[in-house]
């Protein structure tokens, strides 16, 4: 069953240590349970040009808690960690199967901890083969660092050949897919303001359907604020007549049932055909508090049908 997931990715940076501790308390009092981090939060916000913030704050709370460990589940990533800090994404670590060791060794020192919940290539290396990276995620199963694994940013078709690669040598393949997906839809091929992010087609929903051993995990869920903050604006790839409708049509399910338009959105994923589980970012408890209120809110078929109605 799809979760909310809590996503750190602002721990250690933009968000102080003190508030991240609160944060991540009041998401486990709520009932939740995955922690979403990445060995290159926030690197882009931090002096040094590199990652590792969001991983060494969830550390130090876990020791500061002792215990909590069995209460909650981790995911982090490799992939995306720059080599060359001047340069950014542009010289990211990539996914050969020496970095992806390495890397997995430094994101458990980071987080004190012996394994990961869920170990995502966060994003594509085509330099690499396949295969060989593969084999290096399936080695982290094997060995007890990770119980699952992931690929974020990743084609469908790309994540289906290497679960292929995996099954014919027999180790642990990508059991779940990470991609940006929200009830707003941007234009067709129209660029997003990241370029490193992935977007959700109808043929990614029907390769998940199709196979309930894959999840479907979802980031910029609520686009960034997009959906009630007047400061937050959408990105251009999302000025088309279909947001029009969609947006009347979320506005109007919203007044019904008493519920903000980032909570029937939520409820929307986690309750959907395949149901998605939305990493959601928070920076104050009032927030966090109104997304984890989502999991109460329950669409009756009318409403659904009305929202995948408008286009």
């Keep these: 069953m799809a979760e909310i997931v809590l996503g750190a990715m602002l721990f250690g940076t933009r968000i102080g240590e003190a508030e991240s501790f609160a944060l991540l308390d009041r998401f486990v009092e709520r009932g939740g349970r995955w922690i979403d981090t990445a060995n290159n939060y926030a690197f882009w916000l931090h002096p040094s040009g590199a990652g590792g913030q969001s991983e060494q704050t969830i550390g130090r709370w876990l020791a500061a808690r002792p215990g909590m460990r069995d209460r909650i ?6 992939g995306g960690q720059p080599t060359d800090p001047g340069r950014g994404l542009a010289s990211a670590e990539g996914l050969s199967a020496a970095t992806v060791r390495a890397a997995m060794g430094a994101s ?55 679960r292929g690669i995996a099954a014919g040598r027999g180790v642990a393949g990508w059991t779940a897919l990470q991609l940006r997906h929200s009830y ?10 990241s370029s490193a992010h992935r977007q959700v087609f109808p043929e990614t929903l029907d390769y998940v359907r199709s196979d309930p051993g894959l999840d479907l995990w979802a980031y910029t869920t609520l686009l960034n604020g997009g959906y009630g903050r007047a400061d ?18 979320l506005s109007e399910v919203s007044r019904e049932l008493g519920a903000t338009g980032n909570q029937v959105v939520l409820s929307w994923l986690l309750d959907g055909d395949p149901g998605v589980f939305p990493i959601v970012g928070a920076s104050t408890l009032e927030r966090l508090d109104e997304v984890m209120d989502a999991r109460d809110l329950k669409l009756d078929a009318e409403s659904r049908a009305r929202l995948d109605a408008a286009s």
């Design 184 to 193: 707003l839809l941007p234009r067709p091929g129209a660029p997003l303001e």
């Design 73 to 78: 589940l981790l995911s982090t990533k490799v």
């Design 108 to 162: 458990l020192g980071r987080l004190g901890v012996d394994h990961v919940d869920m170990y995502w290539a966060h994003i594509e290396d085509r330099r690499v083969p396949l295969a060989e990276t593969v084999h290096a995620f399936g080695d982290l199963v094997a060995g007890g660092q990770a119980r699952r694994l992931g690929a974020s940013n990743t084609p469908a078709w790309r994540v289906e050949r290497a």
């Design 232 to 249: 937050r604006p959408l990105e251009r790839a999302y000025d088309h007549p279909g947001t029009a409708s969609r947006t009347a049509a």
